[in-house]
């Protein structure tokens, strides 16, 4: 995803040799995929499969920067019931805590991540953590969060209009609540112990886990009973989150400090947007994707002001089929990584 060609122009040959584009194809459609957070761990991701079936399956793929190859490690693929909805490393730069993968379907899943090279299996599924304290079953969940600044903590979003605090340490729901009047799509973290959510109820809310009878709605979509399916909150500027309306090809960016009208709305896809991802490094860049095939990076800086017909993205990539799965790299502010059909591509930008 480079502007023009003069992106790699400080000379250096090792610099050109490098492809701004890798490119793994998968045997099956993925949809959850995520990047590795960890520094001594560059360019891994855990992909998975989008299968009609009960069993699903997970890779952790990793990319030699030697070769320019992106390989699955036989030692760390493994069976998945049902597709997962999300993956997701623990949010750990510094490796000061285990190994660990999360993954949402039907239940909260914790797999450990082993550096045993010796084993034929290095993943051990460590917690499943299942939320509804009536019932060996649980309402399906749609998505979860991990919470950067308190890694015990992740938040789940489930179809049965609840979110759920998992302490996965104690293996312990913290809070559950009835957070929506109808299904939770996405679940996002804005600081220690405030998280929001989106729902088919159309409402964008914020819940403090300091006052858990109440939640700001932030946001109702205008047109009743229109779902909101994606929820980005800048973590660099918190004031800031981004949602997606479903079947829409726009994006929804809000101010928190001024709950219910949009700071501005994203118009450039051609089709539905599926998936955003806030720049990990900048707190004026986010990047959308969608069944356009494009992924579009914009500079939200001037947002305050009116734009004349509107902003237009910086950067603009083009991919072989619907985009429906796009994560920002946290560790390496450089890489956006793509899944379209069976494909994950990793961008440089």
């Known amino acids: 995803m480079v502007a023009s060609s003069d992106a790699n122009?400080?000379?250096?040959d090792e610099q050109q040799k490098r492809s701004e584009i890798y490119t793994y194809e998968a045997p099956w459609h993925i949809y959850a995929m995520n990047w590795s957070v960890r520094r001594d761990k560059k360019y891994r991701l855990a992909i998975a499969s989008l299968l009609e079936q009960l069993p699903n399956r997970v890779e952790i793929v990793q990319l030699d920067d030697s070769t320019g190859e992106i390989r699955a490690d036989p030692a760390l693929s493994f069976d998945h019931p049902y597709p997962p909805t999300k993956a997701a490393f623990?949010?750990?730069?510094?490796s000061s805590r285990p190994d660990l993968l999360a993954t949402s379907s039907d239940f909260l899943r914790v797999w450990r991540l082993s550096d045993d090279s010796s084993a034929s299996s290095r993943i051990e599924l460590r917690s499943l953590l299942n939320g509804n304290k009536n019932s060996e079953f649980c309402g399906?969940?749609?998505?979860?969060d991990w919470n950067e600044a308190e890694p015990r903590r992740i938040g789940t979003s489930s179809i049965d209009?609840?979110?759920?605090?998992?302490?996965?340490?104690?293996?312990?729901v913290d809070t559950q609540l009835i957070a929506h009047e109808k299904e939770v799509y996405d679940i996002a973290w804005g600081g220690v112990g405030v998280f929001a959510s989106v729902s088919a109820d159309g409402s964008v809310r914020v819940f403090d886990l300091r006052d858990k009878e109440h939640s700001t709605i932030i946001y109702e979509s205008s047109e009743p009973d229109t779902p909101l399916v994606r929820l980005g909150w800048?973590?660099?500027?918190?004031?800031?989150?981004a949602t997606i309306i479903m079947d829409s090809a726009k994006v929804v960016v809000l101010d928190i400090r001024f709950p219910t009208l949009p700071v501005v709305e994203l118009?450039?896809?051609?089709?539905?947007v599926n998936a955003i991802a806030w720049a990990p490094h900048s707190?004026?860049?986010?990047?959308t994707a969608g069944d356009d095939s494009q992924a579009l990076i914009w500079d939200l800086s001037s947002m305050g002001q009116p734009v004349e017909g509107g902003l237009d993205p910086i950067l603009a990539y083009t991919a072989g089929a619907e985009i429906?799965?796009?994560?920002w790299s946290s560790s390496q502010p450089d890489w956006v990584a793509i899944a379209f059909s069976s494909k994950l591509q990793i961008l440089r930008v």
Not at 9 to 12: A, E, H, I, M
Not at 236 to 241: E, I, K, L, S, V
Not at 267 to 272: E, I, K, L, P, Y
Request: contains cysteine; charged residues 25%.
């Open 9 to 12: 122009q400080d000379g250096s």
């Open 90 to 94: 623990v949010p750990d730069k510094d």
């Open 140 to 144: 399906p969940l749609t998505s979860f």
């Open 161 to 172: 209009t609840t979110c759920t605090i998992w302490d996965i340490e104690r293996e312990a």
């Open 234 to 241: 800048n973590k660099q500027d918190p004031r800031y989150m």
């Open 267 to 272: 118009q450039r896809h051609q089709a539905s």
């Open 283 to 287: 707190s004026c860049h986010i990047c």
């Open 324 to 327: 429906e799965q796009l994560q």
